[in-house]
C-alpha cells in the first residue's frame, strides 16, 4: 500500500496550492511533533476526522460521538448542541470547547463565565500534566485518522458552518484589480484544492473501511445536507449492517427511519400517511430489538429551518431506495464511464441513479399532506450536492491511488463542468463581500462556487470582522505576478 504522505501533496503545479501551503506553520512543516493551531483543532473536531471507535477520555472512559455540535461564532465555547454518549449512559446534549491546552480553561477564564456552564466536553490537543477533574477531557493527538501533516493538506476544504454576517470586506478591491480570465483561473485552482481535499477524506477512509463503504459515507453525509450531517454519517457507518439480508426498498427505509428515531409512533388520523407509516412499523417491529445498541434520539436531528424537499425522513427514503438496488455503485461508475456533454451531467446522473417510490414522490415527510404534484427523490439541487461533494470526490481518490493521471484529468474535467448548484448563506455572503455583491448568476460552474468557498475558508476564516487580518489581497499579487493579463483592469 502506497504511504499515505505520497497522496497528500496537494495539486503542486497549481499557484493557489502552493500559496495555501506557504501558510502552515513552519515548525509543523519541520515536525510532526509540533502543536497545531486551535482552528486546525476545531476542523478537525467539526469533521470527525478521527479514529471514532477507539475515543476514551483521560479518564478511561470510552466517547462516542453522535454529533459533534454546531460551530459557534459568537462569545462562548466552540461548539453548541453536541451529542455524546460516555460508555454506557444515556446520549448527553452539551457545548464542547477546544483548547491547545488544558490550561486554555482556566487561562480564558471559562470557569468562571456562565456561557460556559453547558460544557459536557474539553476537548485538547494532548494529554496534559493535569486536567480538570470536574471536566470530561478528550485529547485529539492520539486519536488522529491520519498523520497531521497529511491532515493539514485538506482542513478546511470540506464543508464549514456558515459565517457571520459582514460588510463587504477588504478582498473586494483587490478582486476588481484581476481581468476575468484570471478570476476564472483563480477561482479554478482553489476549486481543484477543494476537491482534492475532500478525496483525501475519501481516501483515508477506505484505506480504513474500503472503496465501497468510503462511497456510501460520503453518500450519506451528501444527503444530510448542511444541518444535518452527522446523523447521516452516523447511518452511513453502520451501512453493512442496515443493508444487509435485505433487497427491498420498505425494509431498508423502516431500518433507516427505525434506527434514526425518525419513525412516529402515533400516525392517526392521516389516512395514506398512517397506512405507509403502518408498513414501515411492520418490518421494523421485528428487528428494532436487534438494533437496539445503535438506536439514535430523535433530537439529534435539525428538522427546524429546513426546506420541505431536505427532510431528513425523506433523504432516508431515499437512501433506503439505493441501498435496495443490487447494482447502485455499478451504476454510479457506468454513469462515471460515459461521456456526457456539460450541459447533460445533472440529468445524465438522475437518470443513472433515478429510483421511484409510490410514497415519497408525493410527500415531503411522513407527516405532509400529498403534493399536489410529482416531486422525484432527487432533484438537480441534490444531484449537484451528491456529484461535487460525494461521487467525483470518490472517483479522485481512486484515480489518486492508482496514480492514474488519465482518471485525474476525466475528474477534473467533469468537476469544472458541472453547472452551477444552490445557493447557500455562504456564497452569498461571499459574493456581497468579495464580488461588491454580484448575483448568484456570475458563478457558472458548481466548480467557480466551490473555488469560492475555498477562498472563503482560507482567507475570511482567518480574519476577524473588520477583516484584520486579510490575506486575500496578497493572495491576488502574488497570483496577479505569476499569471499577468494586459486585459486586467488596474488602479481601480
Sequence with gaps: MNDPRDMAEPPASLFYAQWRESLAPPALRETATAAPPERWLQWIWQHQRLQRERLRLLDGRKLRVLHPGFCNREPGPDFRQAVLQLDNDLPRQGDVEIDVQAAGWRQHGHDRNPAYAQVVLHVLWENPAQASPALPALALKDYLEAPLEVLAAWIGADAAPELPPEQAGRCAAAWRELSATQRDELLHQAALVRLHGKALQLLHRARVAGWEQALWEGVFRALGYKHNTWPMQNLGEMRERLQAGSSNALHCQARLLGVSGLLPADMDGRAGNAAH?????????????????????????????????????????????????????????????????ASALTSSLIQGVAAQDDFWDWHWSLHSPRLPRRQPMLGEERATDLAVNALLPWFYAQALECRDRSRLRRVEQRFLSWPAGQDNAVLKLARQRLLGGSRATCLKTAAAQQGLLQIVRDCCDQANALCEPCLFPDLVRQFGSRHPDSSAPRNI
Design 277 to 341: 407509516a403502518r408498513q414501515l412499523w411492520d418490518w421494523w417491529w421485528r428487528e428494532r430489538d436487534a438494533f437496539a445498541d445503535c438506536l439514535m434520539p430523535r433530537t439529534l436531528w435539525r428538522l427546524g429551518g429546513l426546506r420541505p424537499a431536505n427532510h431528513p425522513q425523506r433523504r432516508l427514503a431515499l437512501a433506503g431506495q439505493w441501498l435496495a438496488a443490487p447494482r447502485w455503485t455499478e451504476q454510479v461508475k457506468q454513469w462515471f464511464d460515459t461521456d456526457w456533454p
